[in-house]
């Protein structure tokens, strides 16, 4: 079966690339701006059948591939029992931005190439209750800006709750530890997440639906400077155009309150996700979108602009 071999090549490679060459280390500068495009990739709590992202980005989505324009109906019966609690993803993308290091002034662009492996269990305790446990890697690798090249290492458990009484809103706790590597082994970041959340999808027709999110953030990190907070927002518009064709709308507000020196900012991203199923494991999708983040300490004011393309297998069993 050629899928189950897609994903462990990725994994291998990735592991190739994890390797420390050296014990180079960042400079401050290119430390705030890896870390800062790690968060912009970084997936975002939700419920477990949900495929949004709350930072807006080019996700595979978590479902299987849809057999006809019932895409509506499907939403309305998530709830029922998964028989497939066991998944494996591996996905890969190649993207450019016209503000590779998330600065207000000196923008300069570049290409990027990203690589993920992933795992996942997502056992359904009872009718309404699942719970989620998964571990992942992305390595990024720059054309031009090489200093920026990082790895990201992932952990990830939480809970997802949809109460009959609540008609359909899900509610979501989960605890994320990120780990951040330059391209040479070094560590640019350790976070620890936690997160507390609702949502709720509005099936609009046989085709399609909107999503509607809120989420809380309390995040311990080294660096105490990546430290921060987050309060935010997120909706989505899903269509399914055709059997195998999908689209997505999304936008997500939020505000980051980091705890040295009492900094706010003040963070929006909207983005366009085309996806193409090539059968019930691989997906090609194309992305774009567009962030902007305000502070209140305006050396950390940027727009950024990020277009690309990619494809994903997800093994499931």
Known sequence: MASPI????AGLSLLALVHPASGQSLAPAQLEGAIEQARLFQRTPGVGSSVVEANGNALPSSGGASDDDSFGDQIILKSQPRTRTFALTGDTAFFYTDNVALTRRGRIDDTFFVLHAGGSWTPRLNPSLEAQL???ASTFRYSDTVELDFTNLGFGAGLFWTPDQLRGVSLFARYDLIELLSRHGNEILQDHEFTVGAQKVFALGRAHAFTLGVTGMAGFANPYAAQRDQAGMFAGYRLQLARAWETEIFYRAALHFYNQNS????NQVISL???YRLNSWAEANAFFSFGSNRSDKSVFNYDVLTTGAGAAV???F
């Open 6 to 9: 897609v994903t462990a090549l």
């Open 134 to 136: 998964g571990v992942s």
């Open 263 to 266: 900094r706010l900012d003040g």
């Open 273 to 275: 996700n085309l996806r």
């Open 314 to 316: 997800t093994i499931r």
